[in-house]
């Protein structure tokens, strides 16, 4: 061997131990914590959810005001002159389900009266206030409450208007069976 030679070997075995320490050390060492979870990503239903729902609460503005200026009932009288009780009627099940004891019962009298109207529009009304646990049941209720504002805006004598966007995003919401 030559007068480097001993340098080489005592080169190699130096790295040889360094990287067995650095082995040794990541072995040893604490794992380090999982990367951050990515931010959620907003679905179409959520994005519409919210939509719907902006959308109803701006109608919702003009239209609540002017059922308590005029009362419920009084509202419900002018929904079911104007003739929409049968859409109402398809609206509802639209929202509450085919099997809906209101539902069953509106369509069991195709005529309708105004208390199977407001019947149909505090059943809308007590699923829009409830509490839902998942996007479905919120895309249900804010539809629930877009709905009931829309009928109340077409009888509110001009007070009120829908926007179409509104009543694109109401037909978007697949129907409950």
Same mark, same amino acid.
């Given at each position: 061997?030559?007068?480097?030679?001993?340098?080489?070997?005592?080169?190699?075995?130096?790295? =040889?131990?360094?990287?067995?320490?650095?082995?040794?050390? !990541?072995?040893? *060492?604490?794992?380090?914590?999982?990367?951050?979870?990515?931010?959620?990503?907003?679905?179409?239903?959520?994005?519409?959810?919210?939509?719907?729902?902006?959308?109803?609460?701006? =109608?919702?503005?003009?239209?609540?005001?002017?059922?308590?200026?005029?009362?419920?009932?009084?509202?419900?009288?002018?929904?079911?002159?104007?003739?929409?009780?049968? *859409?109402?009627?398809?609206?509802?099940?639209?929202?509450?389900?085919?099997?809906?004891?209101?539902?069953?019962s509106a369509?069991?009298?195709?005529?309708?009266?105004?208390?199977?109207?407001?019947?149909?529009?505090?059943?809308?009304?007590? =699923?829009?206030?409830?509490?839902?646990?998942?996007?479905?049941?919120?895309?249900?209720?804010?539809?629930a409450v877009?709905?009931?504002?829309?009928?109340?805006?077409?009888?509110?004598?001009?007070?009120?208007?829908?926007?179409?966007?509104?009543?694109?995003?109401? !037909?978007?919401?697949?129907?409950?069976?």
């Amino acid at each position: 061997m030559g007068p480097g030679g001993d340098r080489r070997r005592g080169a190699r075995i130096t790295a =040889l131990a360094a990287v067995s320490l650095a082995f040794a050390f !990541a072995a040893s *060492a604490a794992a380090a914590p999982p990367p951050a979870a990515p931010a959620p990503v907003e679905t179409a239903d959520e994005t519409l959810y919210v939509s719907l729902a902006d959308l109803a609460g701006e =109608l919702y503005k003009c239209v609540g005001p002017y059922m308590q200026e005029v009362g419920g009932p009084k509202v419900a009288a002018k929904v079911y002159a104007a003739g929409r009780y049968p *859409a109402l009627v398809v609206s509802a099940s639209s929202v509450l389900g085919s099997g809906h004891l209101t539902v069953l019962s509106a369509r069991d009298n195709p005529a309708g009266s105004v208390g199977q109207t407001q019947s149909l529009i505090v059943a809308m009304g007590m =699923l829009g206030s409830s509490d839902a646990n998942s996007i479905r049941q919120n895309l249900l209720s804010a539809k629930a409450v877009a709905i009931v504002a829309t009928e109340i805006a077409g009888v509110s004598e001009g007070r009120c208007k829908v926007s179409p966007e509104l009543t694109a995003a109401i !037909a978007r919401v697949p129907p409950e069976p």
